[in-house]
């Protein structure tokens, strides 16, 4: 038997409809806040992640499936969508209309990081990038929308995490103290924060090893180093939360895995799903769109891992399951014509009729209407054909009626 590849899975009937209704709540939501949707493709060319994300990332070192296709260019399944999103808004020029625009996107992602509950090589995420905005306000409203999305699908667990990592004018200097700060430290670090230390020191605070995040407890905060701009862009970020009503936590530890924030950095934890407790993630990269060669726009965006919120959304699945609302039991070639052009008319109108293909007895038709969870079946056999009318059976009441079958859709569609 042919099995799935390791860290990847099917998401079947029964978790399904729990995603389609977190998509659905999101687009709902998007849609409102005018943000439209954008479907870039899974396969880029490696160097857009390698030149975003940033050469010393995780994602980029150890964790993106690249490979060369025929022609020997280098592609890679995407990692995360903020580059594409980039590249097309720079690709297509559509900042030349209104630079402003703001876009969301929803697909799978992929990683080949260690897989474990919470933790997938393909695995979902709803992204949203909001370009040629400078001012907090719109960081606030981001955050907002997240809080507002995981109310709306019951999340009793998620807590709002926020930092600013400040810009190229004060971020230096903040790096330099913390590299120093790591240096004093260099034995307790893992081998990649050893590494990193120097280049990227950033990087460090982000590390999930215990002993490295307990030899960084006394590191300095980056919001010590803010300049006055990025300080006082900050307090803007906090105080809209604030008028917003939407509770927050400063963590001055947050950074995120990607080079590319700027200012705002924020993240969504609960504690309902153990060691991957981050729901969404996100920031301001101001610099990115210049980087990848586009206009001098700032930006900022988040993403959102479905994976990770279906398994803790208070929706019920028992409230999205579908069933049938009728099953015609025919009996009989010439009833079995009839019921199946009955239901073919009834799924037209929009009423989840079943029917069984295979001609067998009424009690095991009936058997498997059960089975289905069907509320109503249709009696359909020769006698019935002959008389002109068929039964309605209530499966739950078991109550029996009859319908003629002069008119039968609307008739039925009336009962249901
Ligand atoms: P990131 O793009 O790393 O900022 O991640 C944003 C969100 O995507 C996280 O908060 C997670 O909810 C989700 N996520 C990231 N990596 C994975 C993964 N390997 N498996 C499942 N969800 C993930």
């Not at 978790?15 to 899974?42: C, H, N, Y």
């Not at 999103?85 to 630079?99: E, N």
């Not at 120093?180 to 034995?187: G, I, R, T, V």
Request: hydrophobic share 40%; glycine share 6%; charged share 30%.
């Amino acid at each position: 038997m042919i099995q799935l590849v390791r860290g990847f899975k099917d998401i079947l009937s029964g978790e399904v409809e729990i995603w389609q209704q977190i998509e659905k709540t999101a687009r709902s939501l998007f849609e409102d806040f005018g943000f439209k949707e954008m479907r870039p493709p899974i396969l880029e060319r490696a160097e857009l992640f390698a030149r975003s994300i940033g050469e010393d990332t995780d994602i980029v070192e150890k964790e993106m499936y690249t490979f060369y296709d025929k022609k020997k260019d280098p592609v890679t399944l995407r990692p995360e969508a903020t580059a594409s999103v980039v590249r097309s808004y720079i690709q297509h020029k559509l900042y030349a209309k209104d630079a402003i625009r703001k876009f969301y996107t929803i697909g799978p992602m992929f990683r080949r990081e260690r897989p474990q509950k919470g933790r997938y090589r393909q695995f979902y995420q709803i992204n949203a990038e909001v370009f040629g905005i400078d001012s907090p306000l719109i960081d606030a409203q981001l955050i907002f929308l997240l809080a507002t999305l995981f109310s709306r699908l019951s999340v009793t667990d998620a807590k709002v995490h926020i930092n600013s990592l400040g810009c190229s004018t004060c971020r230096p200097k903040f790096k330099e103290a913390l590299s120093d700060f790591l240096l004093s430290a260099k034995e307790k670090l893992c081998s990649d924060c050893t590494r990193r230390s120097k280049r990227n020191p950033l990087r460090v605070l982000d590390c999930k090893v215990p002993l490295c995040r307990e030899a960084i407890v006394g590191a300095p905060s980056v919001l010590d180093f803010l300049c006055s701009e990025c300080g006082s862009h900050f307090e803007g970020v906090k105080k809209s939360l604030e008028k917003l009503k939407v509770p927050f936590l400063i963590d001055k530890r947050l950074v995120r895995g990607l080079d590319y924030y700027t200012r705002t950095t924020f993240e969504i934890q609960t504690g309902l799903l153990g060691a991957q407790n981050a729901i969404a993630g996100g920031g301001r990269y101001d610099n990115l769109v210049k980087a990848l060669g586009g206009p001098d726009q700032p930006a900022v965006g988040f993403a959102i891992g479905i994976d990770r919120l279906a398994e803790i959304t208070g929706l019920e699945i028992k409230d999205f399951l579908q069933y049938p609302d009728i099953f015609v039991a025919a009996l009989g070639e010439k009833s079995q014509s009839i019921a199946f052009e009955w239901i073919c008319a009834l799924n037209l109108e929009g009423t989840r009729a079943e029917m069984d293909f295979a001609g067998k007895s009424l009690k095991s038709q009936m058997k498997r209407a059960n089975k289905l969870g069907a509320r109503y079946v249709l009696i359909v056999g020769e006698k019935e054909l002959e008389e002109g009318s068929v039964i309605m059976r209530n499966m739950m009441t078991k109550e029996q009626i009859l319908i003629p079958i002069d008119g039968i859709i609307e008739k039925v569609k009336e009962k249901l």
